[in-house]
């Protein structure tokens, strides 16, 4: 398969498909090659903006979601009007900047804690940095989650190959 992807580093069409973890996963999960043992708590999920709304990848993680998690909560809102972790942008890496991004991150403690979810999934490693650094300076109680993490401690092994 050919990618219409063009590479900003090659210039050119790659040769193959780039995806996101999350898109490969549910591609796996739809040739039944993905097999989980049911999620138990409820669960909300995080749309990080470089991959929902940049990258085109949101549906992939709730599809993941859909029948794994018994008790899953959607966020309000959510999807490609889902709001910022606090660290999107490449604010994470700007150290002025931590009393925004706890504040950012303020408004999402308060969504989540508006679906009444135990814990927040997402599959964005940058924003999983921020949730953990603000989580811990507003001492929230709520669960972080990264979706490959939750994926991968719920397989049911020797599954189809």
């Not at 929902?52 to 990848?57: F, H, I, K, N, T």
């Not at 889902?82 to 890496?93: I, R, T």
């Not at 979810?117 to 109680?141: F, G, I, P, Y």
């Not at 490959?148 to 189809?160: F, K, Q, R, S």
Request: net charge positive; hydrophobic share 35%.
């Amino acid at each position: 398969m050919t990618s219409s992807i063009v590479s900003s580093f090659a210039k050119r069409p790659l040769p193959y498909a780039v995806l996101h973890i999350s898109e490969f996963l549910a591609q796996l999960k739809r040739e039944g090659r993905l097999k989980l043992k049911p999620l138990e708590g409820s669960i909300t999920y995080h749309d990080p903006c470089q991959i929902s709304r940049r990258g085109g990848a949101t549906e992939d993680a709730r599809y993941l979601l859909k029948d794994f998690a018994n008790d899953f909560r959607e966020m309000t809102p959510s999807g490609n009007y889902g709001w910022c972790c606090g660290g999107g942008g490449g604010v994470q890496a700007i150290e002025r900047a931590a009393n925004l991004r706890h504040k950012v991150f303020k408004i999402k403690m308060d969504q989540v804690e508006q679906t009444g979810a135990e814990t927040m999934v997402s599959s964005c490693s940058n924003c999983r940095l921020t949730m953990d650094e603000s989580k811990a300076h507003w001492k929230w109680q709520g669960g972080l989650a990264s979706l490959v993490d939750l994926l991968a401690d719920h397989l049911i092994e020797g599954g189809p190959g």
